[in-house]
């Protein structure tokens, strides 16, 4: 049996360069990559991103912090970050163990794009777009046009995520993440809630609110988000969140909850965010 | 193909299949078996070793992407006459049960004193600002990439608090 091509580059051209052939499977923190092929071995061509190290790091810039394609989630919760990064730094440290906090990184939760991935929900309340790299050059796409559904992104074959892209917000920001999963730990998200406020004078001037698992791939709440601006930013703000604000959800039955206990769990959660969000100061 | 490892401050030069995993590579080609297969999907923390300081899951990475990583196992924290502080406060405090998952609770936990020391925050730090304290529901959350399903946690945590405490003092 073939074992495949394996091929680890070091500068980003040569790795573009690769992909132009196609057929090759992108590995970085591989945290997702072996677990589907314990029960079989097969074939395959790895293309290893570790050795791209110019990629892993986070930067700021005069409107939006840059992160690397190969960030890993501990390097997220280790940086000294503004206070509206709390919902993804949340977020990093329920991304399984430590053992995979040290492994996994930020570029690699997106291109799996599983809906129960826990990173999405908050990078889409940072209005995160990502930066995809080919021989023919850079393009950007908000992250709501990338992920297309379970398992399905607008990446093409040929291309690599190089970063993630987060704007400044424009006035004082506060950030939350919340996860429900069948035990504390270690577990892969029943349902994920995500928000971020700015907040001017006492009053929500913008909020981005998104949901996880509950749909192919996670949504903003654009109703909601619509009926909290201009709000007084305090805890009273969860009890204006209603069950119509959901109804884009599209919530599965599966071995982890059904349908109905995910709906309910969801505005539960976004009614904890939003409390929680609203009685910060 | 050939990869070059550094194992518990030995070379090693490993010629396998790049698909095998960095555990598989410790145990079947390089015959050091204190590195455990409990799940092999990263979700035991069985295979708990250090890569370059850092704890990870072995069952979850390439061997082949580590050329030139250091690798620490249990073997190399220590053995049967140089036990390691840790591994002496396991013993003493009745750690396990089974023993199958203690390699990895002992690798993990090594490198957990470490991030405490450096004042790194976890998810049941209240206070992300503040030095995180040693407290059950820190090293629960700490530790809780290692399943123990004998249940010895109590044990467990009572060992590795005795040994942060005896760091914070010296």
């Known amino acids: ?281 | 193909m050939n990869t070059d490892l550094m194992v518990n401050g030995q070379a090693q030069r490993l010629d396998a299949d790049p698909r095998t995993t960095l555990l598989d590579a410790l145990r079947n080609y390089l015959h050091l078996m204190g590195t455990k297969k409990g799940c092999d999907h990263g979700q035991c923390g069985a295979c708990t070793v250090l890569v370059n300081g850092r704890r990870i899951n072995s069952c979850l990475t390439l061997a082949c992407m580590h050329d030139g990583d250091e690798i620490v196992t249990i073997e190399g924290i220590g053995g049967p006459d140089d036990l390691s502080a840790l591994q002496q406060a396991f013993i003493a405090h009745d750690g396990f049960q089974c023993g199958y998952c203690t390699p990895g609770q002992i690798c993990s936990a090594t490198a957990m004193l470490d991030e405490i020391a450096a004042g790194w925050a976890s998810h049941a730090t209240k206070n992300v600002a503040s030095l995180p304290g040693l407290t059950v529901e820190e090293i629960s959350e700490r530790m809780s990439g290692n399943l123990c399903r004998c249940s010895a946690y109590p044990n467990i945590i009572d060992a590795i608090l005795e040994v942060a405490a005896g760091k914070e003092q010296s």
Not at chain 1, 36 to 62: K, S
Not at chain 1, 193 to 211: C, I, M, N
Request: some cysteine.
């Open chain 1, 1 to 281: 049996m073939s074992e495949g091509r394996y091929l680890r580059p070091q500068r980003l051209d040569e790795a573009v360069d690769a992909l132009k052939g196609g057929g090759w499977n992108l590995v970085a923190g591989g945290t997702d990559h072996y677990p589907a092929r314990v029960v079989e071995q097969r074939p395959e061509d790895i293309l290893d991103l570790t050795g791209l190290t110019d990629l892993r790091g986070i930067g700021e810039f005069p409107d939006h912090f840059r992160i690397g394609a190969l960030t890993r989630w501990t390097d997220l919760i280790e940086a000294p970050l503004p206070g509206w990064f709390d919902g993804l730094k949340q977020a990093a440290r329920e991304v399984g163990g430590v053992q995979i906090q040290n492994r996994g990184t930020i570029a690699g939760n997106l291109c799996n794009a599983s809906p129960a991935a826990d990173g999405v929900p908050a990078l889409l309340s940072l209005d995160a777009s990502v930066e995809l790299a080919s021989a023919g050059g850079v393009r950007i796409l908000p992250l709501a046009d990338f992920i297309l559904g379970n398992r399905k992104t607008a990446r093409r074959p040929h291309e690599l995520m190089t970063a993630i892209l987060t704007p400044k917000p424009a006035r004082p920001a506060r950030a939350r993440f919340l996860k429900l999963g069948a035990r504390r730990y270690l577990v892969i998200s029943i349902v994920m809630v995500a928000g971020l406020l700015e907040v001017e004078e006492g009053r929500v001037a913008g909020a981005r609110l998104a949901v996880g698992s509950c749909s192919a791939g996670a949504q903003r709440l654009p109703a909601l988000e619509a009926a909290l601006t201009g709000q007084p930013a305090d805890a009273g703000l969860a009890m204006l969140a209603t069950p119509e604000h959901l109804a884009g959800l599209s919530p599965i039955d599966d071995i982890r909850a059904d349908a109905g206990y995910r709906r309910d769990a969801a505005l539960i959660l976004v009614r904890r965010c939003l409390a929680d969000l609203g009685g910060l100061r």
